[in-house]
């Protein structure tokens, strides 16, 4: 018997950054359903739709991004790729570098994603931004087809985020508060705004870079080579120095990775690629950004680096954003229809059960990670529990499972509360079924071949192929106060 046609979802990727604000419009296509529902749901070909112009972001003073004006922008786009809001399946709506910190920043996107789709998420984190531009860049698949393990250095205005990819798969991300923006000028070369970053990475000797003096372009090119020694020791360390500890947005690495393969992405990224960089106008874009990628170009350490040209550069995030946010569940799902789609949920890790070899130890356990929750997350509302691994797959450890499962969420005081069990085991059919009869089959949802961590976020959409998986983008929320 033949698979059904296959689906297609109309993805859009919203990346509003310290520089520049770009959307990406996309057709994910999905594997055809198998008439048994044995096979895995994935995207089997994603194609690019609509691309916006690359536009400054709009800010309000320094304080506030424009709301109003990145609105428009994005509404304007969507009706430009031949869509309405309500057409919009899937993506992700992202603040990157300086303009994930301010003010207004996680309100703002998280107004983006309701306005732009049913399904759209809202999303930061320097380590995310690192691998949906390696996505993006095309090095995370080239990686996979090659197996070799490159590092793709996305330099943006505010940061740089470096991701490596090792087998097609992300194995490390490094990132920095390093960008082109950190310093921006006026038309007369006088310093207009100058970032927290700086004072970081600006030697001891030195005196702070004041609002409306000047310097030399001594002092500018000294300062830009500084910025250049970071992303260099980021790209080649661990071990790290302690300015690139200073600036590091993330925890870095301990353990030293070889590299076969080095990518340029983001703003800076593009510069970086232009053998003539050093003879442009430093002030070409009003900040840092020529000065600090000539400073990566014409470094000594950068002719020993294995360099390739990326097929995306600048608009690397964004393509991520648009074609890579979504994962799908394996099939053998138990949905509860009347908790999709849900936003935001965090993910508690319920570790260890494959060794709790009783009902009242697999309570214990669960009881300990929601007790945890409650006390060190302030978590009252939905959330997802993931389970690594609940041991053999037979019909009897399920069992015992699901009742020690059961038992601690009866135990809990919000015990009306839905349950979502995430694992990374194909059981979610069978668990989902006993966890039902046991709590409310209203109440339960059991999603399987997931593997998330604990402090991460997911967005579960309306299921797919025939209500036989849901779709799922596992993110990060970090926005600074």
Same mark, same amino acid.
């Given at each position: 018997?033949?698979?059904?046609?296959?689906?297609?979802?109309?993805?859009?990727?919203?990346?509003?950054?310290?520089?520049?604000?770009?959307?990406?419009?996309?057709?994910l296509v999905l594997s055809a359903p198998t008439y048994n529902g044995a096979a895995t749901v994935d995207?089997?070909?994603?194609?690019?739709?609509?691309?916006?112009?690359?536009?400054?972001?709009?800010?309000?003073?320094?304080?506030?991004?424009?709301?109003?004006?990145?609105?428009?922008?994005?509404?304007?786009?969507?009706?430009?790729?031949?869509?309405?809001?309500?057409?919009?399946?899937?993506?992700?709506?992202?603040?990157?570098?300086?303009?994930?910190?301010?003010?207004?920043?996680?309100?703002?996107?998280?107004?983006? *994603?309701?306005?732009?789709?049913?399904?759209?998420?809202?999303?930061?984190?320097?380590?995310?931004?690192?691998?949906?531009?390696?996505?993006?860049?095309?090095?995370?698949?080239?990686?996979?087809?090659?197996?070799?393990?490159?590092?793709?250095?996305?330099?943006?205005?505010?940061?740089?985020?470096?991701?490596?990819?090792?087998?097609?798969?992300?194995?490390?991300?490094?990132?920095?508060?390093?960008?082109?923006?950190?310093?921006?000028?006026?038309?007369?070369?006088?310093?207009?705004?100058v970032a927290e970053p700086i004072r970081r990475c600006r030697p001891p000797d030195r005196s702070a870079?004041?609002?409306?003096?000047?310097?030399?372009?001594?002092?500018?090119?000294? &300062?830009?080579?500084?910025?250049?020694?970071?992303?260099?020791?980021?790209?080649?360390?661990?071990?790290?120095?302690?300015?690139?500890?200073?600036?590091?947005?993330?925890?870095?690495?301990e353990t030293a990775v070889d590299i076969d393969e080095v990518v340029f992405t983001g703003g800076v990224?593009?510069?970086?690629?232009?053998?003539?960089?050093?003879?442009?106008?430093?002030?070409?874009?009003?900040?840092?950004?020529?000065?600090?990628?000539?400073?990566?170009?014409?470094?000594?350490?950068?002719?020993?680096?294995?360099?390739?040209?990326?097929?995306?550069?600048?608009?690397?995030?964004?393509?991520?954003?648009?074609?890579?946010?979504?994962? #799908?569940?394996?099939?053998?799902?138990?949905?509860?229809?009347?908790? +999709?789609?849900?936003?935001?949920?965090?993910?508690?890790? &319920?570790?260890? &059960?494959?060794?709790?070899?009783?009902?009242?130890?697999?309570?214990?356990?669960?009881?300990?990670?929601?007790?945890? *929750?409650?006390?060190?997350?302030?978590?009252?509302?939905?959330?997802?529990?993931?389970?690594?691994?609940?041991?053999?797959?037979?019909?009897?450890? +399920?069992?015992?499972?699901?009742?020690?499962?059961?038992?601690?969420?009866?135990?809990?005081?919000?015990?009306?509360?839905?349950?979502?069990?995430?694992?990374?085991?194909?059981?979610?059919?069978?668990?989902?079924?006993?966890?039902?009869?046991?709590?409310?089959?209203?109440?339960?949802?059991? &999603?399987?071949?997931?593997?998330?961590?604990?402090?991460?976020?997911?967005?579960?959409?309306?299921?797919? *192929?025939?209500?036989?998986?849901?779709?799922?983008?596992?993110?990060?929320?970090? #926005?600074?106060?």
């Amino acid at each position: 018997m033949p698979g059904a046609d296959p689906e297609t979802l109309s993805s859009i990727g919203i990346d509003i950054g310290t520089t520049t604000t770009q959307v990406i419009v996309s057709d994910l296509v999905l594997s055809a359903p198998t008439y048994n529902g044995a096979a895995t749901v994935d995207v089997v070909e994603r194609r690019v739709r609509y691309r916006s112009p690359i536009r400054q972001t709009p800010f309000a003073g320094d304080q506030e991004i424009d709301t109003d004006a990145v609105g428009e922008r994005i509404d304007a786009d969507v009706r430009k790729a031949g869509l309405t809001p309500d057409e919009i399946d899937t993506g992700a709506v992202i603040a990157t570098g300086e303009a994930a910190r301010k003010a207004n920043a996680e309100a703002l996107i998280t107004r983006l *994603a309701e306005r732009t789709g049913e399904f759209v998420v809202a999303t930061a984190g320097a380590s995310l931004e690192a691998v949906l531009a390696g996505y993006g860049s095309g090095a995370g698949d080239r990686s996979g087809t090659d197996g070799s393990t490159i590092a793709t250095v996305d330099i943006g205005g505010g940061t740089t985020n470096i991701a490596v990819f090792e087998d097609g798969k992300p194995l490390q991300t490094r990132c920095l508060d390093v960008g082109g923006r950190l310093v921006r000028f006026d038309d007369d070369g006088l310093v207009r705004a100058v970032a927290e970053p700086i004072r970081r990475c600006r030697p001891p000797d030195r005196s702070a870079i004041d609002i409306g003096s000047t310097r030399s372009d001594a002092d500018w090119n000294a &300062l830009a080579r500084r910025l250049a020694d970071r992303v260099f020791d980021a790209i080649e360390g661990p071990p790290f120095d302690e300015t690139t500890r200073a600036l590091a947005v993330t925890d870095l690495p301990e353990t030293a990775v070889d590299i076969d393969e080095v990518v340029f992405t983001g703003g800076v990224g593009r510069l970086v690629s232009d053998p003539a960089v050093d003879t442009r106008d430093p002030l070409e874009y009003g900040d840092l950004g020529v000065r600090l990628a000539a400073a990566i170009r014409t470094h000594e350490r950068f002719d020993a680096l294995p360099v390739r040209q990326s097929a995306e550069d600048i608009r690397a995030t964004v393509i991520g954003a648009g074609t890579r946010t979504t994962t #799908f569940t394996g099939r053998t799902i138990a949905p509860a229809a009347a908790l +999709l789609p849900a936003r935001n949920l965090p993910v508690l890790a &319920l570790e260890g &059960l494959e060794a709790a070899d009783s009902v009242d130890a697999v309570r214990a356990r669960t009881a300990a990670v929601l007790r945890t *929750a409650r006390n060190r997350r302030d978590i009252t509302g939905l959330f997802a529990l993931h389970v690594s691994s609940v041991g053999p797959l037979a019909y009897d450890r +399920l069992r015992l499972v699901a009742r020690g499962i059961a038992a601690a969420c009866d135990a809990r005081l919000d015990g009306s509360q839905p349950l979502v069990l995430l694992t990374e085991q194909n059981c979610a059919k069978v668990l989902g079924q006993l966890l039902e009869s046991m709590i409310d089959a209203e109440s339960v949802m059991v &999603l399987d071949e997931l593997a998330v961590t604990e402090d991460e976020y997911v967005d579960l959409g309306t299921p797919v *192929a025939e209500n036989a998986a849901v779709p799922v983008t596992i993110k990060t929320l970090v #926005f600074d106060e």
